[in-house]
């Protein structure tokens, strides 16, 4: 069983990621490419906050891939995001239940 402090570890993973490609986007001086990825991490500290499923559900499947067709080199994101969708898939079984 995932701990809600574990949920919380890897959205701020999500989020320090998002911050540090912010801060590299800056330097090079790409407006549109910090808004793009500020416009992915904007909700994450509410998420942090409240890791509720269904607002953990609509990042991953909703936000995340809007994200995703916007940019070419999302990779950094990826561990992340395959460890949050495994969790997502426990939460959903043990909803149902």
Not at 16 to 39: K, M, S, Y
Not at 59 to 72: G, Q, T
Not at 78 to 96: F, H, N, S
Request: glycine share 4%; hydrophobic share 40%.
């Amino acid at each position: 069983m995932t701990s809600e402090e574990d949920i919380k570890r890897l959205l701020l993973n999500l989020l320090r990621t998002g911050l540090l490609r912010i801060r590299a986007f800056g330097w090079e001086v790409q407006a549109e490419r910090c808004a793009i990825e500020a416009d992915h991490i904007h909700n994450l500290p509410d998420l942090v906050r409240s890791p509720r499923l269904e607002l953990l559900i609509y990042y991953f499947d909703h936000e995340r891939p809007a994200y995703m067709k916007r940019v070419p080199d999302s990779e950094a994101f990826e561990p992340d995001w395959l460890r949050l969708g495994e969790i997502i898939g426990e939460l959903r079984v043990d909803a149902r239940q």
